[in-house]
């Protein structure tokens, strides 16, 4: 086995010397470094390589017209509907929290509101920070009660509502 790796050697043409540029007149590649002479391709770097070059047209995010805006905090709403809230037992309280371990929300920092699709048959309290008009009359005429809570604009809580909140 050791003959066999002793011999063994890459195949024909699979490996090339380094091209040794600026070596001299006599090596081939001295003074211009085959860049040939002047022009834009013989400047170094040039935009040829450029991932976004277009041959020196001008380019496609330049040409098109800059439009509307991106809110940046932008205030996510997830929608419950009536018929989602049929899982709850009896009496249950259904809030933020009840909501997440039956994975009816997902993600951080967003506002629940509570649609009318579907019917409900038990009697629930339920929180939320917005309700259509048809979820909360399907809701009450279960039996249950609906909590509005405050408004969330996507942001914590100010020093001045915390405080507010803990003399509450």
Request: proline letters at 3%; a positive charge; aromatic letters at 4%.
């Given at each position: 086995m050791s003959e066999v790796l002793s011999r063994l050697a890459p195949p024909d043409g699979a490996r090339q010397l380094e091209k040794r540029v600026g070596r001299g007149i006599g090596s081939g590649l001295g003074k211009t470094c085959g860049r040939g002479s002047k022009g834009q391709k013989a400047r170094q770097p040039g935009n040829i390589n450029k991932l976004h070059f277009q041959g020196g047209q001008t380019p496609i995010q330049r040409r098109l017209p800059k439009r509307g805006f991106n809110v940046p905090f932008p205030v996510n709403t997830v929608t419950v509907n009536v018929g989602d809230l049929a899982r709850f037992k009896a009496g249950d309280a259904v809030d933020e929290q009840a909501l997440r371990t039956a994975r009816l929300?997902?993600?951080?920092?967003?506002?629940?509101?509570?649609?009318?699709?579907?019917?409900?048959?038990?009697?629930?309290?339920?929180?939320?920070?917005?309700?259509?008009?048809?979820?909360?009359?399907?809701?009450?005429?279960?039996?249950?009660?609906?909590?509005?809570?405050?408004?969330?604009?996507?942001?914590?809580?100010?020093?001045?509502?915390?405080?507010?909140?803990?003399?509450?």
């Open positions: 929300v997902q993600g951080r920092r967003v506002r629940i509101k509570v649609l009318g699709e579907g019917e409900l048959g038990n009697k629930l309290t339920v929180s939320a920070h917005a309700f259509s008009a048809s979820a909360k009359e399907k809701i009450e005429k279960a039996g249950g009660t609906v909590v509005v809570l405050p408004p969330w604009h996507g942001g914590e809580a100010s020093e001045g509502e915390a405080s507010a909140e803990a003399k509450a």
